[in-house]
C-alpha cells in the first residue's frame, strides 16, 4: 500500500503568492494532521481533522493559512498570501483510530516550501 | 503546544554502543510513542508503550515507561551509523481524540 502522498515535495515562490499544499491520507485512515517543521519553533500542529471534519485548527498562525478536506482522499492547505517566515517544511499525517495500534501517525514525505 | 521534553538534545556515540534518550511529559496519557525522523524525510513510527505497561522491545530497541515519574526512555542497543537520525517521543493524552504531542527531540549522531 502507498503510504502518505504529498505534493508537491518542494515548492518555491515569491513573497504575496497563494500556495496550495496537497495531501492524500492512507486509506481508510480517519485523522489526518497538517504540522509544520522548522529549526525555531520544532514540529507544531496547525490543524487536524476526523472523518473529514476540522477538529482543532488553533495552531493555524493566521487568517492567511485555511485547510480543507472535501473527501476521506484528499486534503489541501493554502497560504494566501505567503510570506518569508512561510518557509518550512509541511508535513501531513494521518491515523485510524482502531485497531491496536491506536492513533500511531504515518507520515508523509514533507513539502519543502520557500517563500523568497 | 509542545507535551514532551527529550533529554539530550543532541547525542553523539561510537557505533556498537548504546543510546539513550529520555522523554518527561506533563499530564497524564494513554500511550506513548517514539518516532524516528532521518534528515530531509517524514517521522516514522518505531514503537508504542500504554500507560498500563512498563517496558517493551522491539529488536534492538527497548522503551520504558514510569507513569508516577511521567517519563520515558528509549534505548537503542549496539547503535550502528544507520541509527542517526532525530528521535521524538509523542504523548496520546485520550481526552484529545486523535491528536499526538511531540517533544522537540533527539539528535543522535552515531559514528563509525
Known amino acids: 500500500d502507498a503510504g502518505v502522498i504529498q505534493s508537491p515535495r518542494h515548492e518555491v515562490t515569491e513573497m504575496g503568492q497563494e500556495v496550495t499544499l496537497r495531501c492524500k491520507p492512507i486509506?481508510?485512515?480517519?485523522?489526518l494532521f497538517w504540522y509544520r517543521q522548522t529549526m525555531m519553533r520544532g514540529l507544531e500542529l496547525l490543524i487536524y481533522f476526523n472523518n473529514n471534519v476540522p477538529i482543532d485548527d488553533s495552531g493555524m498562525p493566521e487568517d492567511r493559512f485555511s485547510a480543507k478536506m472535501p473527501n476521506a482522499s484528499f486534503s489541501t492547505l493554502k497560504i494566501q498570501p505567503s510570506e518569508p517566515r512561510d518557509s518550512a517544511v509541511y508535513f501531513c499525517?494521518?491515523?485510524?483510530?482502531?485497531?491496536?495500534?491506536?492513533?500511531?501517525?504515518?507520515f508523509g514525505p514533507g513539502t519543502r516550501l520557500t517563500v523568497l | 503546544s509542545q507535551q514532551g521534553e527529550e533529554d539530550p538534545q543532541a547525542l553523539s556515540i561510537q557505533e556498537g554502543e548504546n543510546a539513550t534518550m529520555n522523554c518527561s511529559y506533563k499530564?497524564?496519557?494513554?500511550?506513548l510513542q517514539w518516532y524516528r525522523q532521518n534528515s530531509g524525510r517524514g517521522l516514522v513510527h518505531l514503537i508504542l508503550?500504554?500507560?498500563?505497561?512498563r517496558e517493551k522491545h522491539s529488536g534492538r530497541l527497548r522503551v520504558t515507561l514510569d507513569t508516577s515519574k511521567k517519563s520515558s526512555s528509549l534505548l537503542i542497543t549496539a547503535s550502528r551509523a544507520a541509527d542517526t537520525a532525530s528521535y521524538f517521543c509523542a504523548t496520546y493524552r485520550g481526552s484529545t481524540l486523535g491528536r499526538l504531542y511531540f517533544g522537540r527531540g533527539t539528535q543522535l549522531t552515531v559514528w563509525p
Open positions: 499530564t497524564s496519557i494513554n500511550n
Open positions: 486509506s481508510g485512515h480517519d485523522y
Open positions: 499525517a494521518s491515523s485510524f483510530s482502531g485497531g491496536r495500534a491506536r492513533n500511531e501517525q504515518f
Open positions: 508503550i500504554r500507560s498500563n505497561e
